[in-house]
């Protein structure tokens, strides 16, 4: 019961770091880099930048976690998708640059301390969960998912020189 409760609290805390403290964070470096302007938005939208930038931390943090660079892949050509006529304006080009890479890099740092943290005090979840999903072990995919060089197109079993 203790491991359970134990495994909740280090999951929220890590959830709570991603969303409401990377927002914190997020607009102390606009406000140290001096782009508090870029904080401020749309008059529409007051809060889309926050709620975009926890989804987007969350997705990049589930990314990490589970290995799949795919989904981190996604939500940068997404963001650049969304934001690409708006990056003709040098001052939101910087914004949307300042603001992504933070974000990135605070969803990379709180995932691989919620990842070491995991695996050596708490109840090692991720290693379970891809247990449960049907990953053998922690390096590589199941047996059926792996190619192996023999299946791969145009292959041919390497000649090895008999010995004199």
Excluded at 71 to 93: H, S
Aim: aromatic fraction near 10%; charged fraction near 15%.
């Amino acid at each position: 019961m203790m491991q359970i409760v134990h495994a909740g609290a280090y999951c929220g805390i890590a959830l709570l770091a991603l969303t409401w403290l990377g927002n914190i964070a997020c607009r102390l470096l606009f406000w140290a880099t001096g782009s508090q302007q870029a904080i401020l938005g749309p008059a529409g939208l007051p809060h889309a930048g926050k709620v975009i930038g926890a989804l987007e931390r969350l997705l990049v943090g589930a990314g990490v976690i589970v290995q799949s660079w795919e989904i981190i892949a996604a939500v940068v050509a997404l963001k650049t998708i969304a934001r690409f006529k708006e990056l003709d304006n040098q001052i939101k080009a910087e914004y949307f640059l300042i603001g992504s890479l933070f974000s990135l890099a605070w969803a990379v740092a709180v995932s691989g301390g919620w990842l070491a943290y995991d695996h050596r005090f708490g109840a090692d979840l991720r290693y379970k969960g891809a247990q449960l999903v049907g990953f053998k072990d922690r390096q590589s995919p199941p047996q059926s998912l792996r190619v192996q060089p023999s299946q791969m197109p145009g292959h041919t079993a390497p000649t090895v020189p008999a010995p004199k």
